[in-house]
């Protein structure tokens, strides 16, 4: 039998397995919605657009450094392997730590100081199959590559029996990122917010209504994975499984107060929020996380929030901005903007949020009224 045929039985193989798979409608089936397993998509990682180079490494501790997206997934996890044998400082229990609630938001509070926790929490993405993009222990802030959650690829016998040669012909075409922030809201005592941003893939159609390209967009926030790592979180620093996920499913509490957008002319603007400083923050700095934003420093003293921000309009790219990130295309060249989000407090239960530029002068441009109506629209979510 020569070399074209081998060819054409293995493929007429692919087509009966394919065809069987379809009409039992479990190629794509999602599995229990509480289960999550990444595995990091550095493999088609672009570069990150939201912050330069040179940030990552000035101001991350070497050695939390993790190493780029360019190395395969087996060196990678044989990497963390070796981490968790050796590593001595997995915490046995913390007392004091819980499930803090403000509306519809959740944060771990815990009762130790911000250096003492980052490298358990960074160990903790590392563990579940991430690479982190952002490893800054003296901002307090890491996020994570874009990675798949293989936990939606139902395991199905005829995935079982093709084996893990085929692995890469199942995909769920999405990818998620995650962002984690540490903040100081008292001596020794450590507020951790994990953020969650999606991406789907979707095609586009001709006139026939054909795919014929598919481009990858923003999907919707989803709480339930944020809620999910927070009751792994809690595990990994020692508390058990039935403790976390019952102090992440105790009921949420009434929606957060309403965000507003004034205008004021054609380009003035400021968010107002009915809420006092601590609260408005917060929001602040959560809406933040959630959208395009990488938050660069925080001076809660002062109520700034020192950010970059890429505009997707920028990119000049019509197939869509999720598809700069995972394409191999070198942007290097490209740099987000610098802008200060201010919070100030203007009564016991009221505040508002405005943009300066760089130099801390009020930035009364369009682009900084898109940068307010985007946060905006994430504080009333």
Same mark, same amino acid.
């Given at each position: 039998m020569n070399l074209l045929q081998l060819l054409r039985q293995y493929f007429a193989v692919l087509l009966i397995l394919s065809a069987v798979c379809f009409s039992l409608t479990a190629c794509k089936s999602v599995t229990t919605n509480d289960t999550v397993d990444y595995k990091s998509a550095g493999a088609v990682r672009g570069p990150n657009l939201s912050l330069p180079p040179d940030l990552v490494t000035s101001q991350a501790d070497r050695r939390y450094i993790v190493q780029d997206g360019s190395a395969t997934m087996s060196e990678y996890n044989a990497a963390v392997k070796?981490?968790?044998q050796t590593r001595k400082n997995v915490m046995t229990g913390i007392p004091g730590m819980r499930i803090a609630r403000d509306g519809e938001r959740r944060w771990l509070v815990v009762e130790k100081p911000a250096p003492e926790l980052y490298?358990? &929490?960074?160990?903790?993405?590392?563990? %579940?199959?991430?690479l982190l993009v952002i490893d800054s222990p003296s901002t307090g802030i890491m996020e994570t590559d874009w990675a798949e959650n293989r936990a939606k690829i139902a395991q199905d016998f005829i995935r079982s029996f093709i084996g893990g040669a085929l692995d890469s012909l199942y995909d769920t075409g999405e990818r998620d990122k995650y962002k984690t922030r540490l903040e100081v809201?008292?001596? %020794?005592?450590?507020? &951790?917010? &994990?953020?969650?941003?999606?991406?789907i893939e979707k095609c586009t159609t001709d006139s026939t209504g054909s795919c014929i390209s598919t481009i990858w967009t923003a999907r919707p926030n989803d709480p339930e994975l944020e809620a999910a790592f927070l009751a792994r979180l809690m595990e990994r620093l020692g508390m058990s499984q039935e403790q976390a996920k019952a102090q992440v499913a105790a009921p949420l509490g009434p929606k957060t107060p309403k965000a507003k957008l004034v205008q004021q002319g054609? %380009?003035?603007a400021y968010i107002d929020i009915a809420a006092g400083f601590d609260r408005a923050w917060r929001d602040t700095g959560l809406a933040l996380d959630r959208s395009n934003f990488t938050v660069e420093d925080r001076n809660r003293a002062n109520g700034i929030y020192y950010v970059r921000y890429v505009n997707p309009k920028d990119l000049g790219d019509t197939k869509g901005f999720f598809? %700069?990130?995972?394409?191999s295309k070198d942007d290097s060249s490209l740099k987000a903007k610098k802008y200060q989000v201010v919070v100030k407090?203007?009564?016991e239960n009221a505040s508002s949020i405005y943009v300066q530029g760089a130099d801390g002068k009020p930035e009364n441009t369009a682009a900084g009224l898109q940068l307010l109506t985007l946060l905006t629209e994430q504080m009333i979510r």
């Open positions: 070796k981490s968790v490298p358990q &929490i960074k160990d903790f993405w590392q563990e %579940n199959g991430f809201s008292k001596p %020794n005592e450590t507020e &951790i917010y &994990i953020t969650q941003r999606g991406a054609v %380009n003035t598809t %700069n990130l995972f394409s407090s203007t009564s």
